[in-house]
């Protein structure tokens, strides 16, 4: 079954620290991933996505992440943590059937601290 | 009014009450979503409209009755909940309906029932 791996609940760093968010999905098809932000009392915001191309993929914020087949991975990673990046962190795998069926499947989240 | 909204940001009900959970979107896009998020588990999704039609039901109890009435509005009833259904509810919009398009998130309803 399409599954989708954070293997950290919880990571405190340094502010001015580099960052690095753990993701693996497990599906069969050429995946189309998504990284999310949930500040607290907030709704979801897109950082980037993958579909093709490129592995590496920019996204807003400072944030990058690299999508590895080999491993059936999608990290997360910013060379600098500011204070304001502290907030829960969403991998996701969008799932595609064909015409409208498909849907997201997220991981449980990684919370990031950040120490001053 | 720009993105997803939603409305009320929070609601504390009784299990014998009826409320609905209003979500609007103001982005032209022709899918909607609602979904359950709960303390260390997984969003859950819901609901899925596209072009006004239901076209995902994730056997979500018939408590929950998710209503579309056109591709900018979408309403989730509730009655007779559990406390168990305490969560925050958000909906998201997407172009179309399905796993590639990216979503955009509401802020989302915190619901607590006594």
């Known amino acids: 079954a399409q599954s989708v791996t954070q293997p950290d609940i919880h990571i405190t760093v340094s502010e001015g620290a580099s960052l690095e968010l753990r993701c693996n999905y497990s599906y069969g098809a050429t995946p189309y991933l998504f990284w999310y932000v949930q500040s607290p009392g907030q709704g979801l915001q897109l950082l980037l996505k993958y579909f093709s191309g490129d592995t590496l993929v920019q996204g807003i914020k400072g944030f990058e992440a690299e999508f590895k087949r080999s491993q059936s991975s999608f990290n997360l990673r910013k060379p600098s943590v500011h204070w304001s990046d502290a907030a829960e962190y969403f991998c996701?795998?969008?799932?595609?059937?064909?015409?409208?069926?498909?849907?997201?499947?997220f991981g449980k989240g990684t919370k990031l601290s950040v120490k001053p | 009014e720009t993105g997803v909204t939603q409305t009320p940001r929070h609601l504390v009900m009784g299990m014998t009450n009826k409320k609905s959970l209003k979500c609007e979107q103001h982005l032209g896009h022709n899918a909607m979503y609602w979904y359950k998020q709960s303390a260390k588990k997984p969003l859950e999704l819901m609901f899925v409209y596209n072009f006004k039609e239901q076209t995902e039901n994730n056997s979500v109890p018939s408590r929950f009755s998710p209503e579309c009435p056109n591709s900018s509005h979408l309403f989730l009833h509730l009655h007779t909940l559990q406390p168990e259904d305490s969560a925050l509810y958000l909906c998201?919009?997407?172009?179309?309906?399905?796993?590639?398009?990216?979503?955009?998130f509401g802020p989302g309803t915190r619901l607590t029932v006594l």
């Open positions: 998201a919009s997407s172009q179309e309906a399905g796993g590639t398009d990216t979503q955009y």
């Open positions: 996701a795998v969008g799932l595609n059937y064909g015409g409208s069926q498909g849907n997201l499947i």
